[in-house]
């Protein structure tokens, strides 16, 4: 399988695109807050209890990413993100897990999912899934965000925002991979 890398190869993939002339495809804006129904539905937050010592919860944006979201909550409640690792956190970056090799070349036995590129911005908490150079090539990986970053907009897909342990992410062991990495002890959905 493709390494799923996110970030670095950004710069290429950028002059890439353009020598093409191809332009990144410009999605619907969405407000950053998201609608009221969104927020107070159960289903749309995700928790993840990490070695850490903390727990972070994620409010899930069903409404711009309907098919990533609801890939999120199969793999949470199948058990399948439990006793993985953040196999590549870079400081002022991002963490990105969801990897059961732990190397950035694994994902789930489900099929890869279209691209649901979205008006979400890359700020400091968003999370988004990461994906090979294909953008149709997202399936279990994800990341956090350390740090704003307009470069990844329109690139990857959105999924939600931090709402509550954005500490805990500033925790997560460093390194790609890192020496002692943080695992996701128990991801759960609701509550």
Not at 4 to 30: D, Q
Not at 97 to 105: R, Y
Request: charged share 20%.
């Amino acid at each position: 399988m493709v390494k799923v890398r996110l970030g670095l190869a950004l710069a290429g993939l950028a002059l890439a695109s353009a020598a093409n002339g191809e332009a990144a495809p410009a999605a619907a804006p969405l407000s950053i807050v998201a609608p009221a129904e969104v927020a107070a539905n159960p289903a749309n937050r995700l928790t993840l209890e990490l070695s850490n010592g903390g727990s972070v919860v994620i409010l899930l944006r069903p409404d711009a990413a309907p098919g990533h979201v609801e890939r999120i909550r199969t793999l949470v409640r199948s058990g399948f993100y439990n006793g993985l690792t953040f196999h590549r956190v870079i400081p002022g970056f991002m963490a990105q897990g969801g990897d059961p090799k732990g190397t950035g070349e694994g994902g789930s036995q489900l099929p890869d999912l279209k691209a649901e590129f979205n008006g979400l911005p890359h700020l400091r908490g968003t999370m988004a899934m990461a994906r090979a150079q294909d953008p149709d090539s997202a399936n279990s990986q994800f990341y956090i965000m350390f740090a704003p970053r307009s470069s990844l907009d329109n690139n990857y897909t959105v999924i939600g925002r931090v709402i509550a342990g954005m500490d805990v992410v500033d925790r997560i062991a460093v390194g790609e991979p890192p020496e002692e990495p943080t695992r996701i002890v128990r991801a759960t959905i609701g509550g």
